[in-house]
């Protein structure tokens, strides 16, 4: 792998110790997936942020770092809303040792937005590399917004954010870009809810796998994209998809289709997806939810008391720009946190049943909750969850 000439020095541990482990992590990375050389990242979003993931080891392990973040870059969702713990009923031995892990980040420089939706707060350009790690980010940024990432594992989303590079492999090339798999959604003339596009996501995702699809047939909005390719991500292993006349590369490429294997999903294969299990809470915003999806929530919510647990996640720097609707919203005892998520929360596991209006988290509550999921539109999801 050709490296720079500082690049050469920081692994000659000429700028300290971390930064050399990090030049050595990313040269590895690189040789192991074939890159020729790093290229220069924006940004970086590290995963391996909740306590419940990372435990004790992974703590030590970045306690003894000692380097700062060299471009912006923020965290993965935590085990925890920072402020506001106490009151989720998260256990305080928990609570400690969640916030020795942000600290941690924070002495790194990480700013400590703890969110799978950074897009929200700081979005990158069409074209700019990224080393981010949460599936669904790494899905909307490649497919929504046009940039290039890999799906990085934590420590080398940490190492990119401590060093500004990447190692210039898979979907940073143009060529690995292009679509491997056609998905023609029957589903013309119908409008398709944000729910209903995680439905498509999840069924679509077993069927193609870790191959790029390129979908007709919709015209989801931004919020129907990131429910999509959040799904996707989950069900299968897509860090990329197209959708045509819609995502930025399929119209600025104008992709050629014809000898791809062709895949139809209808109407009723998502619909399907869509039960009436009793549930004993209702979780949305997987991913975080939107200004958009805020405001849905509260116009829905208005002038209604919720009759069972109800949680609304979302990035802080969103709920900074929308206090009045997050207000509104907490109003009909719902609850807005920050932080964390109904699948990274240990608060979560308390439940038997869950209402989700996204497909990745229909995809993983039963797993990573032990309750199982049901997935709805927030309009089924406040009818229940207010009955
Ligand atoms: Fe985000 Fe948690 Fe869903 S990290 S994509 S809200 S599982």
Redesign the pocket.
Known sequence: MELEPGDERILAGESGETRRQMMELLVALGKVFGAERLVRIKSAQVSGASYKTIGKYGLEWLNQLDAKAVVPAVL??IGMPRGRWEEMGIDRDFAEKQQAVIAAYGRLGIRLEC???PYYLNSPAFGDHLAWS????VSYANSVIGARTNREGGPGALAAALIGKTPCYGLHLTENRKPKVLVQVEARGTDLSIAHYGALGYHAGKLVGNRIPYFTGIRPDPDGLKALG?AMA?TGAVALYHVEGVTLEAVKTGFDTNRLEKITVTKEEIRRLFTDIPVDAIAV????CSANELARIAALLEGKRVTLPFYI?VAQGVIDANRATVASIEKSGAKVYAD?????SPVMERYKAIMVN?G??LA?VPD?CGAVSRIGTIEDCVRVGTA
Do not use: D, I, Q, W
């Not at 915003?285 to 975080?288: A, E, K, R």
């Not at 964390?340 to 990274?344: A, D, E, I, N, Q």
């Open positions: 993965n969702p969110t799978c939706t949460e599936s669904s980010a959040a989950a915003g997987c991913p975080h996640f964390t998520c109904m699948v990274v996204s990745k988290a993983y990573m």
